[in-house]
């Protein structure tokens, strides 16, 4: 005859009360300021507000498509990768020039008007677009390409990691004119060349593989190069990719005085 010998199971415990959920982050309403220019529309650029609902994590390109979806289909800007990467969506935002995707609506003062205007110093053509142009032409004027001689080589071309080093820096450039755009000689003199055009210039300088130093060197050397640059540093505060602008421009200047 079997006998029940099983132990007398334990009460369960009392299930853990609920963690309370994290509180949803809420949305609030900003004020967007953006010096817009309809040139249809007429020939001077004026200011115009929008209210927008944002999250502190939103980009100030969320904003701006918050506007044109929502609001103002005409609102104009460029944008591309809306990452960082492309560099299509520098403007000036609070009097400092930025990308618009990195730039964090928490990282501003929400309380009042976030100000959003062109960079400047370009062709303004409408709202938040430049002619880019004039960037793009210095920027070919520095040959920023590999310049060898000889046949082209049956495998690559080595490098050591310490010659590579020398321009890591100036490797990162996604051109997106932060830098040409917030120095002033540049806003004074449209014949400087510009941070960018030094910058992408340095990238191929110092590199080793490279024979066409001498030549950038020569352009970088004329009333339009280098020694136009004041060292004002605008230029390095402004760039998105934290490159050192300023100093490989000086590392251009001495290279120039050694040769
Ligand atoms: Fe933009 Fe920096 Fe390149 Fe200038 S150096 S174009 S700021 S990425
Ligand atoms: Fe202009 Fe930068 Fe020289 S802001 S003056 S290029 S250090
Ligand atoms: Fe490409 Fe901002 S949209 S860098």
Redesign the pocket.
Known sequence: MATDTAAPVPAAPPAPAPAEAPEAPQAFPVTVRVRRFLPDEGPEPFWQDFTVDVFPTDRI?DALHKIKWEQDGTLTFR???????????AIRINGRNR????TLIKDLDARKPIIVEAIKGLPLEKDLVVDMEPFFASYREVMPFLITSGNAPTKERLQSAEDRAIFDDTTKC?L?ACCTTSCPVFWTDGQYFGPAAIVNAHRFIFDSRDEGAEARLEVLNTKEGVWRCRTTFNCTDACPRGIEVTKAIQEVKRALIHR
């Open positions: 390109l944008r591309s990768c809306a990452h960082g990467i492309c560099g299509s969506d990308l618009a995707c990195k996604i997106c």
